[in-house]
Structures are given as C-alpha cells and as structure tokens.
C-alpha cells in the first residue's frame, strides 16, 4: 500500500513544551515569516568564513526545517564561540533532529553540567544510558529532566521501562500506573503496563493490560498489532485473526495487518512485539513521534523518532513515519536515505521501495525513478501497488500511452479482491486516456471510478466528480449533468481552489462570464499562486470587458512560472489579447457553446485521498 499514513496514540499537548524548545532552538523569532524550503537541500554545506556567518545561515536553514543545513551550520558557529550556552542549546538540538547523534550526546554532556535541568539533554542522556544497559543511571536523567506534560509522560514511561530492563517487573507496574489523567493517558499506560508485564513474563497482567488497551483504541495499528501477537503467541489465535480482520476492515490492505494474518492461515507463529528494555523504550519514542507527526508537529517528532531508532535501528514503523515526515519538511533526499534503511525481513519493505521510486521522481530524477519501480515491478510482478506506482511515475512524466497499459495490468491482478479498495487504479488509467486523446476509455474508467470510490473519502469522491463533469463540458456534452456534479464536488471540497477553479472555467467555456469571473476570484483567493487559475481570471475578465485586468491576470500567471506550452499562449494574449468571438456565446447552461475557445491548459494537482503522487485534478488548471 502507497505511502500509509499509521494511525497513532492521540494525545492533547503532550509535545508542546519539546516543541517550543525546538521552535527556540532551530529558528529566530520571526521565523513564521521566513520563506519556506521548497527544493531538497544539497548533500553538503559549505560553512561560513565567520561566526556571525554560521550563525545567521544555521537560523535561516532552521526556518526552513532543514536539519541538515542547520546542524552544520551550528557546528561551525560553536567551534566559533564554544562557551555561548545559547549556542550549544541551538546545536544540541539541531543535532538531534539530524540524526548525529553521538556529537548531540557530547554536547548533551555540556548542557547538562552548566543547566541540570534542561529536559532535552537529560532526556538524551537518559536514551544513551538505556542503550548502553545502564538503567540506573537513565533514571537518575530522567529524574532530573523538565516537568510538564511532555516530560511527564516521557519520564515516566522510559523509567517504567528501565525496571523492566533489570527484571523488576513490580516497580515497573507501580512506576507506570502513576500515569493518571485523560484518555490518551490510559490508552498510553495501559499499552505499555501490558508489554511490560509480556517481557518480565506476567502472562494474566500483560493479557489485561493489552485487552483494555485494545478494546480503548481499535483503530490504532501498533496496538491491535501488539494484543494480536500476543493472543496468538498465548495459543489463541482465533481471537488474533478476529483483531487483525476488524482493522483491515477499517484500513484494508496494511502491509503488516496482511502479513500476520498470512502467517496465522499458514500456522506460522508471530513473534512478541517487543523483545528488550530497549525495544520498549524505542516503543515509547516511537508513539509520540508518532503522534507529533500527525498533528504537525514535525521537528519535536523527529527528535523523538531520532532517539527511537537509536534504541531500535531496524523499528520498521519508526523508520517509515520518519522518512514520511522528512517527505513532508521538503526533503525528499533524506527520506530515501531513511527509507532504504528498511530491513529487508519487514513487511513495510516494499512499501519503502516505492517511495524511494516516486521520491525520485519528486526530486526531478525521472529516468532513475522509471527504472527503479521497474526494477521493483520485476521482483514483485504481481504486486499491484508496485505496478500502480509505476504507471504514477510514467503518468507524471507525460508517457501516457505507458501507463495505461501499466495500470491495465494492475486492474487485472485485483481478481475477487473487492475493487472499491482500488478505484484510484480506474480513476489513474481514466486520466491517462483522457490525456492520450481516448475519450471513450477515459469515460468508462472515470465512471468506474465514480461508482467505487467510498463515500468515507470526500475528496477522493470530488476529484473524480471533476474530472468527469469538466471533460464533459470542454466537450459541449452532458452539460447539465456536468454542472450538477461540479456543484457537488464543490459542496465535497469547498476549499479546493483547482475544484472551484474547474466550475468557473465551465462557466467561462459557455460564455457566461459574469459567473465564471465570480467563481474564479473564488479560486483565486484559496490559490493565489497557481498560474493556471490567474491565466483564466484574465481570460474571464477579458471576456467580461475588463481588459486591464485581464492583463494584470495573464502578466501575473506568467510570473509564476507556468507549464511551457502554457507560457506561449500567455505570452501570445499579453501582446494580442484574445480573438473576438465569431457569434454572441451562450448565457445559460442549456444554450449552445460560444465559438471554440483557445485550448485551455491542463494541469496535474493530486487529490490527497489515497496519497500518491502525480494524480491529475481535471480543471483549466
């Protein structure tokens, strides 16, 4: 499955204080207004010839999230000033979030003896001290970290944590159920009481602790993963199969969810979850990087997914959120760097394999992504994701006559498997049709698509509403029907500027240019800088007798850097302007179409509903 997002432990602000530590400690105070990154940052930074150089390129690069850049930089400057403690603060983390974390133990060291009471690096510490086996001395950092929620919860966790690493399994319990409070709370500690009490061998504690931690949470992977291994390790492999198969009916087609329930058809055992103090220390990392991610909160997240996978290098999960979460910093780079760490005995293996491939792709490497996926395609040939994100790639890079034979072959692999689990797959091959000039394929794929894909995703639901309904008006068909269902994948997405984008141009394309002017400004107030949709505000503007505006329009589309077939006819109007029209347009929906139009330019924004890229949104833009 593409690029899963796992659902993780909900929390309320259990990452605040360790977000406002990394906000104070990787950007200036006027960071917000920085601009943000928006290519992949090079493998290497050259530093600065002064201090105050270093200083001012690592505050710009924490701005921009990018922790690599970042962590340089600071390097530099605290070899300029070793003594400034807010320097080797802001080093420290951006150590962290990079992943070097030997040199952000060191400066841990530092902090720690000028400010005992600095969370983070106690926190650091602590983590360093649990991997070396020394648990007593983790609970001595641990003690001595910041309080608040954040620490708190962390605290107390990785000392439970730290009892169970030496065999006392009671102090664990009593130090775990100490966690009191809401319900992420109760769902975190009765999680954690139960793989706990599983690791010191208390069978009874450990089936109620899990039973109540999943029958709190169903919907959250790591847990149902937990109580299933754990019932079918203790012989009840009937009530892991049920746990397995309810999740999948939620989130069908988790590669971990089909891999256990493959081995329990096949009475192959599942291994524990957890295995050593340490993995379950890395548990706890793992959750609340976990849930930051899911919230936002993405450089706190990644100093916890950091330390996880310090406890735990081969965590699975934890290496696909943090790639995941890279994705989502600009850092496509990196991503693969996490990505290609993946063991290749984990179920997500695959799934990480694809991403590397699309994140190629991303990153303007096309070429390498085709024959990556390839690659991958032949070693799993019957795998309908790889052969899905192939038809992705070829489909972004234009080869649509490609990918429509690539999508075919991943229609015919779904079998009796049920298709409304794979209607992007029809909605893929339906734009590719549409764009190879196969209309009547397109059509029939699009419907398809219409018909399968679930009411539980709107969006999904309203991209292909447009597609269909804008192709039908470009070409003077079905256009009240056409109308009705751009209004309703308006109503899905009213906030989605390529959609409303879509309804005004079809408006436009009918000659009603009072309502197609309306519903552009709509769209161009949600994506002011979308070139397509300031092109069609001029056209519509211009139609609508309002000439300077229009050109504003055009000069502004060409300044935001439009597809090159597109610059040409902007350019084209700027000097001319548009046509006159042979004979008066149409004013209502049900009248004849004006006098063919310029062919309007087509772009490829994503529907975000599954995630996958190079989707295609059908609109004037």
């Not at 086996?133 to 641990?142: E, G, V």
């Not at 002017?517 to 769209?523: S, T, Y």
């Amino acid at each position: 499955m593409l690029k899963t997002r796992i659902p993780a432990p909900r929390r309320g602000h259990a990452l605040a204080a360790l977000a406002l530590l990394l906000a104070a400690s990787t950007a200036p105070a006027n960071a917000a207004r920085l601009p943000m990154r928006e290519v992949a940052a090079p493998q290497s930074y050259e530093p600065a010839d002064s201090l105050e150089g270093n200083f001012l390129a690592a505050y710009i690069a924490g701005a921009s999230r990018d922790t690599a850049a970042a962590a340089t930089y600071y390097r530099e400057a605290v070899k300029g000033d070793p003594r400034n403690a807010e320097l080797l603060e802001r080093s420290f983390v951006a150590l962290l979030a990079d992943g070097s974390l030997p040199e952000a133990f060191r400066a841990a060291e530092k902090l720690t003896q000028r400010d005992g009471a600095n969370g983070l690096a106690q926190l650091a510490l602590g983590v360093q001290k649990i991997k070396a086996k020394q648990f007593a001395a983790a609970r001595q950092n641990l003690q001595r970290g910041g309080k608040g929620a954040a620490a708190d919860l962390t605290s107390t966790l990785l000392t439970a944590w730290s009892y169970a690493g030496t065999g006392e399994g009671k102090k664990a319990q009593e130090t775990i159920n100490k966690l009191k409070g809401e319900r992420y709370y109760n769902v975190f500690r009765d999680y954690h009481a139960g793989l706990i009490a599983a690791l010191v061998g208390d069978k009874v504690e450990a089936e109620r602790r899990l039973k109540s931690a999943y029958d709190s949470d169903r919907n959250t992977l790591r847990i149902v993963d937990a109580y299933g291994r754990f019932e079918a390790e203790s012989g009840r492999p009937d009530l892991a199969v049920a746990a397995y198969q309810e999740f999948d009916n939620v989130l069908p087609r988790h590669p971990i969810v089909r891999d256990a329930l493959d081995k329990l058809k096949a009475g192959k055992p599942l291994t524990p979850l957890i295995n050593s103090a340490q993995e379950g220390a890395a548990e706890v990392l793992y959750g609340l990087g976990s849930a930051g991610t899911s919230q936002g909160d993405e450089l706190p997240a990644v100093v916890y997914l950091r330390l996880a996978l310090y406890l735990a290098p081969e965590h699975s999960l934890a290496l696909l959120t943090l790639a995941d979460t890279l994705e989502r910093m600009k850092a496509p780079d990196r991503a693969n760097e996490v990505f290609a760490r993946m063991p290749a005995s984990s179920p997500l293996k695959l799934n990480a394999d694809i991403q590397i491939g699309l994140n190629l792709e991303q990153m303007g490497k096309g070429e390498e992504a085709l024959a990556h996926l390839d690659q991958v395609a032949k070693t799993y040939p019957n795998d309908i994701d790889v052969i899905s994100a192939l038809g992705n790639v070829q489909r972004s890079r234009k080869k649509y006559i490609e990918s429509t034979q690539t999508y075919t072959k991943a229609i015919d692999l779904i079998g009796d498997q049920p298709a409304r689990n794979y209607w992007t797959l029809y909605y893929f091959r339906g734009t590719s049709y549409e764009r190879a000039k196969d209309w009547p394929k397109a059509e029939a794929d699009l419907k398809k698509a219409l018909e399968l894909v679930p009411a539980t995703q709107p969006n999904g639901r309203a991209q292909v509403l447009n597609y269909l309904a804008y192709s039908w008006v470009d070409q003077n068909m079905n256009i009240d029907e056409a109308f009705r269902m751009l209004k309703q994948a308006v109503d899905l997405q009213p906030r989605d500027g390529m959609i409303i984008d879509s309804l005004g141009w079809a408006y436009y394309r009918l000659g009603r240019w009072d309502d197609a002017v309306r519903e552009l400004e709509k769209a161009i107030e949600l994506k002011p800088g979308d070139p397509t949709i300031n092109d069609h505000l001029g056209d519509a503007y211009w139609r609508s007798g309002r000439r300077l505006e229009g050109k504003f329009q055009w000069q502004h589309a060409k300044d935001l850097n439009p597809e090159p077939e597109d610059l040409a006819k902007i350019e084209a109007k700027l000097k001319d302007g548009l046509p006159e029209l042979e004979k008066p347009a149409a004013t209502a929906e049900s009248q004849p179409a004006p006098a063919p139009q310029p062919e309007m330019p087509k772009g490829a924004p994503a529907p975000t509903e599954p995630p996958a890229m190079g989707t295609e949104t059908k609109s004037g833009g």
